[in-house]
């Protein structure tokens, strides 16, 4: 059990192995071709010692689909910057090897081809770890499930020891060795050892000199078609490495997000995990634990997994046990075999999955419960890299109850009054399936802006201005989820208790607003914003979306009246009206002001004379947003500018709690 498991943590150290740049784009530009450049890819992987045996180490009867294996190279770590030139050398020998022993393999009759090429490609495959070098018996590990017999494994191992050692031994071993001796020792065709090998091959050492230098003329073609020649520059842009992989991992993300987006149902989304983890993670063994009808954490049916785990039934509060903490904690959590105070049941879970350690993820199901994702023997720094990040967020956005909205019904649109002068006509409904597909299609966009968001946080640092900006651009684009999702729901929304609401700051909704809008929306309209808050004005219970809907609609409405620009301002108080303390919010604009046959009929759902992809329901959407919250919004319009009042009553003394409804885009 130890064997196996130390194969499967060394084969997750294989992802950390460098590739080929220029290898890698081949491949995809390949890849981007579909089927028939299926050979093409074939061959171009080949050349690359590290995806050459990533990909042949993948189950049998594992077909990865091509969205799987576009994120798998977007992944892989490339050399770049300095280590360029001494990557460019490492490769030029492992291509030199495996063609010579290819040929060495050929010409003699003993090996087959194909074992001789891929011995070859790996013999110096360690050199290739980014975190520096290893022993070759670590690498020969890598191979053994390649060839039962070990042949595969042994040839990489012995390839650097001296010939005469390896005089009876199998013949790979042999033409491994010789092929290394030829390509590296610049003597090599005339010394005793070799002419002896040779021998043994019924060879002589001009025909080994002819085929040494064909072998080195292969290898030239192969680093030119791939930019790994002699010269390569030395590049000291490491912030530009740094950004390029910080893009190629996004594009790994999209990758992802296609491939996740293929599944129908729960069941399919964790079959393409497993294949994700296999491909990208070289994870083997994986199951997944969720909260039982008795509150316990029971093995999960969606991830294939030994019979015994099924046995178990771990309590949440066990605070010995890594699943209950990665749950308590929503954060993930290590398990060692041996840990003196590690929990039993910890230990038998490894034992029945066959590894060493694991690490328990937390990870959101499709029935809206979190459960715990076990792999076993990852990378120690599993947890910490983006790729696998991503992989958790598509895979937690595939399972989302929202984003299977084609089957939840839709409900008729609630009746709208009409302005007299505008009848509704059977013409202006959207179709149901339109809006279904649209609000599905929508969730997808959001998702890559959700994580470029996070991806840019991770990568600007600590800097609070710029922190606090993408704050406020991931709260809109889940403001906008929200909106987009509720297009769908009920009509009307169940009465909201006061208890459960926020207490929100209508000073900080306007102060967010200002400074969301300002570079977008105010600045290139050439639109001046000042505001004016009663730092008096008390935090109130009320949803946030709500009013910064509200508030931007009147805000994008006074820019587009202002359109040589012009000055707006928003201003807060606390009044006393009808008896009753309320808080009152104004939007000022100094625009030409509004028609008279526009402000008859304001506040009612007209064809809006703004053309483009106005509808003519802002602001019908916003009175009837404030007047669920209690309040009230009016408007006074003249020559000299427009100011909407928005009053809403601080909510206390047993005041009604608020109602809401729920709207699709303004």
Not at 307 to 316: N, R
Not at 348 to 373: E, K, M, N, Y
Not at 585 to 599: K, R
Request: hydrophobic residues 45%; contains cysteine.
């Amino acid at each position: 059990m130890g064997e196996l498991s130390n194969n499967l943590l060394k084969k997750s150290e294989l992802m950390a192995c460098l590739c080929a740049p220029g290898v890698v784009a081949e491949a995809l530009e390949h890849l981007m071709r579909g089927e028939a450049a299926q050979a093409e890819f074939a061959a171009c992987v080949r050349c690359d010692p590290v995806l050459a045996l990533r990909l042949r180490l993948l189950p049998a009867d594992f077909a990865p689909q091509q969205d799987l294996l576009r994120a798998l190279l977007l992944a892989a770590p490339v050399a770049a910057g300095g280590v360029q030139v001494t990557y460019a050398t490492r490769w030029r020998q492992s291509i030199s090897v495996a063609h010579l022993a290819q040929t060495l393999g050929v010409r003699s009759g003993m090996v087959d081809a194909e074992a001789a090429w891929i011995a070859g490609l790996s013999h110096n495959l360690t050199e290739y770890l980014e975190t520096g070098l290893v022993s070759p018996a670590h690498a020969a590990d890598w191979l053994m499930a390649l060839d039962p017999d070990g042949w595969l494994a042994d040839a990489v191992r012995y390839h650097a020891e001296p010939l005469a050692r390896g005089r009876a031994a199998h013949p790979l071993v042999r033409i491994v060795q010789l092929a290394y001796q030829l390509v590296t020792r610049a003597d090599a065709v005339v010394s005793v050892d070799v002419r002896a090998a040779l021998a043994t091959l019924n060879m002589g050492a001009g025909e080994a000199a002819q085929l040494l230098t064909d072998s080195q003329a292969q290898t030239r073609q192969l680093a030119l078609r791939f930019g790994l020649v002699d010269a390569v520059a030395q590049s000291n842009g490491t912030g530009f490495d740094r950004l390029a992989r910080l893009y190629a991992g996004q594009a790994a993300q999209s990758a992802l997000h296609s491939h996740f987006r293929s599944a129908d149902g729960a069941s399919q989304v964790f079959a393409l995990l497993q294949d994700s983890l296999r491909a990208l993670f070289g994870v083997e063994r994986a199951c997944l634990f969720a909260p039982a009808t008795d509150g316990t954490l029971r093995l999960s049916a969606l991830i294939p997994a030994a019979s015994g785990l099924s046995a178990l039934a771990i309590p949440p509060d066990d605070g010995h046990s890594a699943l209950p903490r990665a749950l308590s904690r929503n954060a993930p959590q290590q398990f060692m075999r041996g840990a003196s105070d590690a929990a039993l049941v910890d230990e038998q879970i490894a034992r029945l999955l066959g590894v060493s350690h694991f690490l328990c993820q937390p990870l959101q199901l499709h029935d809206g419960q979190t459960g715990v994702l076990l792999v076993g023997d990852e990378a120690s720094d599993l947890d910490q890299l983006p790729l696998w990040r991503f992989t958790l967020a598509e895979c937690t956005e595939a399972l989302r109850p929202a984003l299977a909205l084609a089957s939840v019904p839709v409900p008729a649109p609630a009746p709208v009054v009409s302005a007299p002068s505008q009848p509704a006509t059977a013409s202006d409904d959207i179709p149901r399936d339109r809006v279904r597909r649209a609000v599905h299609e929508v969730a997808n966009p959001l998702t890559i802006m959700r994580n470029y968001v996070n991806l840019l946080s991770d990568r600007l640092g600590s800097d609070s201005a710029v922190q606090r900006d993408l704050g406020i651009i991931g709260d809109e684009i889940e403001r906008v989820a929200r909106i987009v999702c509720g297009i769908t729901a009920t009509e009307e929304v169940a009465v909201v208790p006061m208890e459960s609401l926020e207490l929100v700051s209508v000073n900080s909704i306007v102060s967010e607003l200002v400074r969301m809008a300002l570079g977008t929306l105010f600045a290139p309209n050439k639109v001046n914003v000042q505001i004016d808050l009663n730092p008096d004005v008390p935090p109130m219970p009320l949803q946030k979306d709500l009013l910064k809907q509200v508030l931007f609609n009147l805000a994008k409405n006074a820019v587009e009246a202002m359109q040589a620009g012009g000055h707006l301002k928003f201003t807060t108080r606390l009044v006393d009206a009808n008896g009753q303390r309320q808080i009152e919010i104004e939007v000022a604009d100094t625009g030409p002001g509004l028609p008279e046959a526009v402000a008859a009929h304001l506040f009612e759902p007209v064809v809006s004379e703004k053309g483009g992809d106005h509808a003519g329901l802002g602001l019908t959407i916003s009175r009837s947003l404030i007047e669920r919250m209690n309040g009230q919004l009016s408007c006074n319009s003249t020559p000299k500018g427009t100011h909407f009042l928005i009053r809403l009553p601080t909510l206390q003394n047993g005041q009604a709690p608020l109602t809401t409804t729920r709207y699709g885009s303004m």
